[in-house]
């Protein structure tokens, strides 16, 4: 691993708490996908291993009070207001990326794959990104996240 490498798994080694979380279009539009107020907390570790979680904020309680016993309607908004997943991750120095080989996760069609996501760090702040074609051109997904 290169001095490179060592240096970006070094810096983000540690927990981090999600400042913003936004989706920037092809067109030039900005949204929100969990909302202005999203809560997040990403966690990288020493030997290897990442957790990350996002949600909208003030997500509102199940009516039926039990995860169990919850209405399809419940546990789509619940869904759609919930990321998270973790496993162990790597770092690609060619690609300045952090890799995220997911283990266990919300959305069940990442289990067995890899998140890539770019890496920068300024000023103590950590920006992940990762992108993908669309029709008309580029999705650009941007995580801000401060030291917790």
């Known amino acids: 691993m290169s001095d490179m490498a060592d240096s970006i798994r070094t810096q983000l080694i540690g927990t981090w708490r999600l400042r913003s979380y936004e989706t920037v279009h092809a067109n030039g539009s900005v949204d ?17 291993f990442m957790s990350g979680h996002v949600m909208r904020s003030g997500r509102p309680h199940l009516p039926s009070g039990y995860r169990g016993k919850r209405s399809a309607e419940e546990a789509l908004d619940a869904f759609d207001g919930y990321i998270a997943y973790c496993g ?33 760090f300024a000023d103590g702040v950590l920006t992940l990104s990762a992108s993908r074609a ?10 801000v996240w401060v030291r917790a």
């Open 88 to 120: 162990r991750y790597t770092v690609d120095e060619s690609t300045n990326e952090v890799v995220h080989h997911v283990e266990a996760s919300l959305y069940p069609n990442w289990v067995g794959g890899e998140q890539r996501r770019g890496v920068s």
């Open 134 to 143: 669309v029709k008309g051109g580029t999705v650009v997904h941007r995580l």
């Open 32 to 48: 929100y996908p969990f909302g202005s107020g999203a809560v997040g907390l990403l966690v990288y570790t020493a030997d290897g």
